[in-house]
C-alpha cells in the first residue's frame, strides 16, 4: 500500500443539499494533487490519496451536514510495514590479497525500502576514489 494510490468512500443521504467535508485526525483535511475529494450525485463522497506515505496513517472522518442535522462516518488507515532483512548475508571473514579489488553484495527487503549504509569498525563508509557504494534502483 505504500507508495501507491487508495481511496476511502462514504455515501450520504439526506433532504436538500449535503455539505461534506473531511477530517484527518480531527483536523480539516487540506487537499491539493495529492489528496482528492471528489463527490458524485447518488451522495458519495470519495478521498483519493495518491502515493501514500507513512504520514497519511491515521483516522479519517467524513461529515456530511444538511439542514436537518450533522451524519458522520469514520475509519482508521493503516499502512503496512514490513521491517528490513537482508536477503543476502556476507561471510563472517573474508580475505582479499592486497591492490586487488574486493566487491561486497547484500539483498535487503523491507517497506518502506530499506537505506543501506556501508560501515567498517562502526563508521560509515564514504564514498571517494577507493571506496564505491552503488544502489540499484
Given at each position: 500500500m505504500l507508495g501507491k494510490?487508495?481511496?476511502i468512500s462514504?455515501?450520504?443521504?439526506?433532504?436538500?443539499?449535503l455539505r461534506v467535508t473531511w477530517f484527518f485526525n480531527?483536523?480539516?483535511?487540506?487537499?491539493?494533487?495529492?489528496?482528492?475529494?471528489?463527490?458524485?450525485?447518488?451522495g458519495t463522497s470519495t478521498l483519493t490519496i495518491r502515493q501514500v506515505?507513512?504520514?497519511d496513517q491515521g483516522v479519517y472522518t467524513t461529515r456530511a451536514t444538511n439542514a436537518f442535522g450533522v451524519?458522520?462516518?469514520?475509519t482508521t488507515l493503516k499502512i503496512d510495514c514490513i521491517k528490513p532483512v537482508?536477503?543476502?548475508n556476507l561471510n563472517s571473514a573474508l580475505e582479499v590479497t592486497k591492490g586487488e579489488i574486493m566487491a561486497?553484495?547484500?539483498v535487503a527487503s523491507g517497506t518502506p525500502k530499506p537505506e543501506i549504509v556501508w560501515m567498517k569498525d562502526d563508521n560509515e563508509l564514504t564514498?571517494?576514489?577507493r571506496i564505491q557504494v552503488t544502489t540499484p534502483n
Open positions: 494510490d487508495t481511496q462514504w455515501q450520504f443521504s439526506g433532504i436538500g443539499k480531527d483536523q480539516p483535511l487540506p487537499t491539493d494533487n495529492r489528496l482528492q475529494v471528489t463527490e458524485t450525485d447518488d506515505e507513512l504520514g451524519a458522520e462516518a469514520q537482508i536477503n543476502a561486497l553484495k547484500i564514498p571517494n576514489d
